[in-house]
């Protein structure tokens, strides 16, 4: 593995940088992170919101709705050896952002309900984490996007109870994020790099989904 270069030598995307100048550091961001680049500040860019139909809104905000604890659902001893694996891989690799194992523990337990809910894999969903975000869970983007997955304020208005605060709730962030990434790509019927390219406000341009797909990759595991 590619020896990771120390934190004040990873881009940092400022606030105030116009279009040019975000694309240019997600490019450099996506080229880094192929060659071991762990760390980043904010990247998420302004998503836009968009007209629902009544039966999206209502199917959307259903999605969201009820939060359960985010046990995981192991049907047999396979899965939950599989399960255990993943933990273990993927905790080692998140220490890096979150030095408590507790914490730990909780964040990818909740990550793992909410991606199998949503039918994501695991490793996509860790590595918009990553990107977005960089583990931060009160992370707040100059284009207002909050949390884990930078979750756009008006998504609590459009599918939610209207409290955007309850963003920054670690399980709210990251069901709010799955649920809208898994609408876009069904909107997108499956393409990947146009769905991530809507998540992201960047619909069309490659810089944002090729920083997710290398992020992607470093916590690529059989469990996905």
Not at 3 to 26: E, N, Q
Not at 73 to 86: E, F, G, R
Not at 88 to 103: D, G, N, P
Request: hydrophobic share 45%; charged share 20%; with cysteine.
């Amino acid at each position: 593995m590619a020896a990771v270069p120390a934190i004040s030598r990873i881009p940092v995307i400022r606030s105030g940088l116009d279009s040019t100048g975000r694309r240019r550091v997600l490019q450099r961001l996506g080229a880094g992170l192929g060659a071991g680049i762990w760390g980043l500040d904010t990247a998420a860019g302004p998503q836009i919101e968009e007209p629902l139909s009544h039966a999206v809104r209502t199917a959307l905000s259903a999605a969201v709705a009820a939060a359960a604890p985010p046990d995981p659902v192991l049907a047999n001893t396979a899965a939950q050896q599989a399960y255990v694996d993943w933990q273990a891989h993927a905790s080692q690799r998140l220490t890096r952002y979150k030095k408590h194992a507790a914490e730990r523990q909780e964040f990818l337990q909740t990550l793992w309900y909410e991606a199998r809910r949503a039918g994501l894999p695991l490793s996509l969903v860790l590595g918009i984490v990553q990107v977005e975000s960089g583990f931060r869970k009160y992370a707040i983007s100059s284009a207002g996007a909050r949390g884990y997955m930078q979750v756009m304020p008006f998504w609590a208005r459009l599918i939610g109870d209207g409290d955007d605060g309850r963003l920054f709730h670690m399980q709210t962030n990251l069901r709010f994020g799955c649920v809208i990434l898994r609408h876009y790509l069904d909107r997108e019927r499956g393409d990947l790099l146009m769905g991530l390219g809507r998540y992201n406000g960047s619909r069309g341009q490659t810089a944002y989904p090729q920083a997710v797909l290398a992020a992607q990759r470093l916590w690529s595991h059989a469990a996905d």
